[in-house]
């Protein structure tokens, strides 16, 4: 070994002294360059735990989601100690170093942004957690023996609050991340993108539901007694909000105590019977002049006209003024006994989450030749639905079948306070149109003859689309309405209304964005001259039909959308679609095909879309709530 160190040496010291100087330079860089990765073996470090944080916090979620509170704890002190590991080994002296450097040192400076977002990400773990036994968890104690409790209230609304912080500071870590570095740039941008996607969302919501949760005590009547009225809906008699008014009972929340008023119901009730006006909401088309009885209040498609439609429907009828509306169908109640399990209603026996909707609103034969004596059996409806919400234990499953229901139009909340329906809307409980950006489309029907066969109803919905270069996009749409009615058994003929009739007397409404230029329309086979009408940011088209049992019903429309797709200086598209289904008992069959210009290329679908050439497409299937898509295509070079 000597020997070749010795004959090393000779060689180096015999070489000129050019080569002995680009020998020295060599051994120079190669130290610096050893140095400068040992120097960098923290940021590798770094990255490995924040993985590691990551994984242990999507798996925290998971198991809170299906209840396993300890185990989440711990994926979540798990988390946390890879992420204290990480901002150790990016704020260490060799990752100083490796920032003073130019060029790379943005790389160092990018990673300290995305390790602090991920330490915010896991602090809003850590208040979930804490929550989740007071808040949602079995032996929750937010709600206890028909009361909300305030101390759990103010520690939720308080961990919410530190919550949103974190959210915030997240949300600003992210957006010092450059991803301008080479090289490594482009790591840096789509590990700052898979967090935006995942905390943008949530940032934004809590901006709206911060001002709400200040008001909760006021919602919950911590400062002074506040009013509801839950309304029990009917599917099989519909309106565009949804289910036809079945049931009403006003509840009242004083300083956390509920009380449940007495459950009343339409028919049998004179005074709920009698013609009335009242003032109506501005702008909405659907309240018509003249007198009307308190059930026409609900035939906007959104709640927060509906709501405030029945609300005032309400003060003059009953002379009782309320400050909002829980209005839930037959669909959702049978959602939530899916989570809690059975009830036994008299005259029903046990009502299960398979059994519920067809005993109560798709058998009304059973009860010839007086079907108002099943309104009687209703009765206990309401309080059934108070009581298994509000009884002890598993809110986090409940919110989440209301959550479930309200995303299928089955479930929706308004309140007059405008801060606390903002809340609730940024929650997605508001029961309101999708506000379009770019196309739209949804199909709603309103019973017009007092049947209950909308519970048999199907509906098919085609839209076909040519997109513009230019950003615009033709339409053609096509719905059909199935009244599939099994034949009428009953005595005598077919009276073509009431409650035992097979026949279907509807209006169909077709929603599109409200600046479409219509063209031309038919419905059963004859064309007529469609009217484009306005619904605030909606624009809708009406008719109506009378539809024999066993029958179908064909409507088609050609339409011009001007501003369906944004362009950017390249002339790539994107194509902003949306669509809204009603509040029925079977969902909505669907199917999109759009057409892109000649020589553009999708280059970005939506699941579940699919491209063929220059047509992509949306497969024919149910879907039963609110989708929003978004298509981009290029132009080939």
């Known amino acids: 070994m000597r020997r070749f160190i010795a004959a090393r040496r000779t060689a180096f010291h015999a070489a000129s002294p050019r080569r002995r100087v680009l020998a020295g330079v060599t051994l120079g860089l190669g130290a610096v360059v050893a140095v400068l990765v040992l120097l960098a073996l923290p940021l590798v470090v770094a990255f490995f735990e ?5 994984n242990d916090l999507s798996d925290a979620k998971d198991a809170l989601v299906d209840g396993q509170v300890s185990e989440a704890r711990e994926l979540t002190a798990s988390a946390r100690g890879h992420v204290d590991r990480a901002q150790g080994e990016t704020n260490w002296f060799g990752s100083d170093v490796w920032e003073a450097l130019p060029v790379v040192g943005g790389s160092v400076e990018d990673a300290r942004h995305l390790v602090q977002a991920l330490d915010d990400a896991t602090s809003v773990a ?4 804490d929550l989740y036994p007071a808040a949602a968890g079995p032996d929750a104690t937010l709600f206890r023996d028909e009361r909300v409790d305030e101390a759990t209230l103010q520690r939720v609304v308080a961990g919410i609050t530190r919550a949103t912080e974190h959210l915030t500071s997240a949300e600003t870590a992210l957006g010092e991340v450059r991803g301008s570095t080479p090289l490594i740039g482009w790591f840096m941008s789509d590990r700052r ?22 008001r909760l005590p006021d919602v919950l009547g911590f400062n002074g007694k506040r009013s509801y009225l839950i309304t029990m809906l009917n599917p099989a008699e519909l309106r565009y909000s949804g289910g036809a008014t079945l049931k009403f009972a006003p509840v009242t929340f004083d300083h956390g105590k509920v009380e449940l008023g007495e459950s009343v119901q ?21 309240h018509y002049p003249g007198r009307h009885l308190l059930t026409s209040a609900t035939f906007a498609p959104s709640w927060s006209v509906s709501g405030l439609e029945l609300l005032r429907a309400w003060d003059k009828n009953q002379q009782q003024h309320l400050d909002g509306v829980i209005a839930i169908d037959v669909v959702a109640l049978a959602q939530l006994l899916d989570v809690t399990g059975p009830i036994t209603l008299d005259g029903y026996g046990e009502l299960t989450s398979e059994n519920l909707v067809r005993t109560l609103v798709g058998s009304y034969e059973k ?46 909340m308004f309140f007059r306070d405008r801060v606390v329906q903002k809340g609730f809307a940024a929650l997605g409980l508001d029961g309101d149109l999708a506000d379009p950006e770019g196309d739209y489309f949804g199909a709603f029907t309103q019973n017009t003859n007092g049947s209950k066969v909308d519970f048999y109803q199907r509906r098919d919905i ?28 009953l005595p005598g003929r077919d009276p073509k209304s009431w409650y035992f009739t097979r026949w279907a007397g509807l209006a169909l409404s077709v929603f599109v964005p409200k600046d479409t230029e219509v063209q031309d329309a038919s419905f059963l086979g004859k064309a007529f001259e469609p009217t484009l009408r306005k619904f605030y940011r909606h624009g809708f ?13 064909r409507f088609e429309m050609r339409y011009r959308v001007d501003d369906a797709a944004t362009v950017d200086e390249s002339g790539e598209l994107t194509y902003h679609l949306a669509f809204d289904p009603q509040g029925t008992v079977w969902g909505q069959s669907v199917r999109v095909e759009v057409q892109l210009p000649d020589g553009y290329t999708a280059t970005d679908l939506p699941d579940g879309w699919t491209a063929d050439g220059g047509t992509v497409s949306l497969p024919n299937q149910a879907l039963s709530t609110s989708q929003e898509w978004e298509i981009v295509a290029t132009p080939d070079d």
């Not at 924040?50 to 990551?54: D, L, N, P, R, V």
């Not at 850590?126 to 957690?129: H, L």
């Not at 006006?277 to 088309?285: A, D, I, Y």
């Not at 088209?541 to 019903?553: E, M």
């Open 266 to 286: 339409p028919d049998g009730n004179p005074q709920m019977l009698t013609p009335m006006s009242w003032r109506p909401v501005n702008r909405n088309p659907f």
């Open 367 to 412: 009860y010839y030749p007086d079907p108002t004596a099943q309104d009687s059996l209703n009765d206990e409806l309401i309080p059934a639905f108070k009581e298994k919400f509000l009884g002890d234990g598993d809110f986090q499953a409940k919110a989440r079948a209301l959550a479930t229901a309200a995303d299928e139009r089955h479930f929706a």
């Open 126 to 129: 850590e208040i979930g957690v």
């Open 541 to 553: 088209v009406a008719t109506k039909a009378l539809l024999p049992p066993a029958s179908k019903a």
């Open 50 to 54: 924040s993985e590691a944080a990551k």
């Open 193 to 214: 993108d898979e967090a935006a996607d995942e905390v943008d969302p949530m940032a934004g919501a809590v901006t709206d539901l911060t001002p709400m949760l200040e």
């Open 462 to 489: 085609d839209l076909r689309v040519e997109l513009q270069p230019d950003g615009s996009a033709q339409d053609a749409l096509t719905v059909v309405l199935g009244n599939e009615t099994p034949p009428y058994s």
